[in-house]
């Protein structure tokens, strides 16, 4: 059973950088795909990156501020976030799935991070 880690989370000013990490025993690009998501308030979840060994897709365009990469020596995937907003503000969680084909959605994921606070205010 892949279980999710997130860390990297907290409080950052408008303009700023975080990078979230995201690291599960056993998950590997071979056999699984991982997507960020967000969920702010009162908001539903929605996709924010997916890396698979076919390559990376970025949802809601995010792709001008959010970097994903992979650390390949132990397999731990990065959201880079720049020039964060406000509205940037969600707990972000990391999921994965079996297979290469990324995904947007939540209900194609079975594994799911407990999710990491990330919050842009002044």
């Known amino acids: 059973q892949l279980q999710p880690v997130e860390s990297g989370g907290g409080l950052a000013q408008p303009g700023g950088s975080l990078r979230l990490s995201c690291s599960a025993s056993?998950?590997?690009?071979?056999?699984?795909?991982l997507t960020w998501f967000r969920q702010a308030p009162g908001k539903e979840r929605e996709g924010v990156a997916c890396l698979s060994w076919l390559g990376k897709e970025y949802y809601n365009r995010l792709k001008a501020r959010f970097t994903i990469t992979i650390d390949n020596t132990n397999n731990t995937v990065y959201l880079q976030m720049r020039n964060l907003k406000p509205e940037d503000t969600a707990v972000y969680y990391c999921a994965a799935r079996l297979g290469s084909l990324c995904h947007g959605e939540e209900k194609e994921y079975s594994f799911w991070g407990q999710g990491t606070q990330v919050t842009v205010s002044r």
């Open positions: 056993g998950f590997t690009l071979d056999y699984y795909t």
